[in-house]
């Protein structure tokens, strides 16, 4: 089973190599802003509290992710692997993660990081913006905001990962396939 956890700042561009890597290597996509962002969509209280956070870009509880990555591990069992896109974004939900693959006896395979400068994860962010309707992409405090708390609560993964030899830095400049291509290539190495 291939488990990935495709990492990086916000606008590294893992949702967008995400959907070339479930095609190319069969997996589920398990997008924590997409799901947080269905839950909005239909107005559930799970939606209703976790846009307080989001639209501020600030991250939402653990225990509120935790809860919805558990029930698509239990909705999909019969999955060839899956592809977590934002998630973990804190230690505890490494360590929430671990747990429950462990517990399958399917572990993370590796964490493939995106790595990208600053200036550019802004002005692609801003970009999106444009286009996306995400209200968490519009204003340039709240993306500086987006990077802060990455840099704070969710950097320190790359030791956690790191620290079980499953880290790999992918270069994320450059053209989508060009970035694709090295993704695949270290995923084939695994
Ligand atoms: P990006 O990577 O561009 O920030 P995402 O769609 O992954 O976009 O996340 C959007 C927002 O959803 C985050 O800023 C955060 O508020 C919330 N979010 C997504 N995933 C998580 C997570 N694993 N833990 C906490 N909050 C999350």
Do not use: W
């Given at each position: ?5 495709l990492?990086?700042?916000p ?9 070339f ?39 939402v ?11 698509k ?19 505890a ?13 399917t ?18 962010l ?8 995400r209200?968490?992409d ?6 500086e ?26 270069k994320g400049?450059?053209?989508?396939d ?13």
């Amino acid at each position: 089973m291939l488990n990935l956890v495709l990492f990086g700042p916000p606008g590294a561009g893992k949702g967008t190599q995400a959907e070339f890597l479930i095609e190319s290597f069969g997996l589920v996509h398990l997008s924590t802003g997409d799901l947080l962002r269905n839950e909005i969509a239909s107005s559930t209280p799970l939606g209703v509290e976790a846009k307080r956070y989001m639209d501020n870009g600030e991250l939402v509880p653990d225990s509120v992710v935790i809860g919805m990555i558990k029930n698509k591990l239990e909705a999909n069992t019969d999955a060839k692997g899956f592809i977590f896109d934002g998630f973990p974004r804190t230690v505890a939900q490494a360590e929430a993660l671990d747990q429950l693959l462990n517990a399958n006896g399917t572990p993370v395979s590796a964490m493939l990081s995106l790595e990208v400068a600053k200036e550019e994860l802004i002005a692609r962010l801003l970009n999106r913006g444009k286009t996306s309707g995400r209200s968490d992409d519009q204003d340039e405090s709240i993306i500086e905001n987006r990077i802060n708390v990455y840099n704070e609560k969710t950097l320190p993964l790359k030791n956690y990962f790191a620290g079980q030899n499953k880290h790999f830095g992918i270069k994320g400049m450059g053209s989508i396939d060009e970035i694709a291509a090295r993704l695949s290539e270290a995923i084939k190495a695994l």
